[in-house]
């Protein structure tokens, strides 16, 4: 079964510090792994994705995430956090091959940024 | 131009209600979902249909019946509210391809008092 872990639920940075927030997976096989970004009362919003390729993903807002497969980690990165990132962020992970996408959720981190 | 829509956005309902939220999806995907989240913001699948069919049931229980009258709409009635059915309800959809991006809507928070 493949499930994620993501270390902390909260991290609080600086304005204009490194944002770093921790995702580990586990999975038999090759993993398609995502992070969602979640805004108070408002739904998911896709960040980036890694599925084939370039180990390193850029996604939006300036986020980018780097997929290790030795280290099963999918950790994503930001250089510069902003105030309006203050926000929920969830890295989930699919890909059991049955051609139906079934996402599981990590238990998420919540960004808390100070002026 | 809302992707995924689903009313209401927010419910306040008694204990043994019944109640629906309705979802539909104008990106032409052929797989929607239901998600659950919980107090402590934990998602987890509830259900997914392909093509009106179902083909992903999570132990949920049966008090919760989804219903998908074509792809482009998947409907969730909840029988006889409990108080810990209480949770924002998100709607999903996205193409049944293995690494497909799945798109959710804004979300419906369920409370039941």
């Known amino acids: 079964a493949q499930s994620v872990t993501q270390l902390g639920s909260h991290v609080s940075v600086s304005e204009g510090a490194l944002v770093l927030l921790r995702c580990n997976y586990s999975s038999s096989v090759p993993p398609y792994l995502f992070w969602y970004v979640q805004y108070p009362n408002q739904g998911l919003q896709l960040l980036l994705k890694?599925?084939?390729?370039?180990?390193l993903v850029k996604g939006i807002n300036g986020f980018e995430a780097e997929f290790k497969k030795s280290e099963t980690s999918f950790h994503l990165t930001k250089p510069s956090a902003h105030m309006s990132d203050a926000a929920e962020y969830f890295c989930?992970?699919?890909?059991?091959?049955?051609?139906?996408?079934?996402?599981?959720f990590g238990t998420g981190t919540r960004l808390l940024v100070s002026p | 131009d809302t992707a995924v829509s689903q009313t209401p956005k927010y419910l306040v309902t008694q204990m043994g209600n019944d109640k629906s939220i309705k979802c539909e999806q104008n990106l032409g995907h052929d797989t929607m979902y239901w998600y659950k989240q919980d107090s402590k913001k934990f998602l987890k699948i509830m259900f997914s249909y392909n093509n009106k069919e179902l083909i992903i049931n999570e132990t949920v229980p049966n008090r919760f019946s989804p219903k998908s009258p074509d792809k482009a709409h998947l409907n969730l009635h909840i029988n006889s509210l409990e108080l810990g059915d209480s949770a924002v309800y998100f709607c999903a959809s996205g193409q049944a391809i293995s690494g497909n991006t799945i798109y959710f809507g804004e979300g419906s928070w369920l409370t039941v008092v």
């Open positions: 989930a992970v699919s890909g059991e091959n049955t051609g139906f996408q079934k996402l599981v």
């Open positions: 890694y599925t084939t390729g370039a180990t």
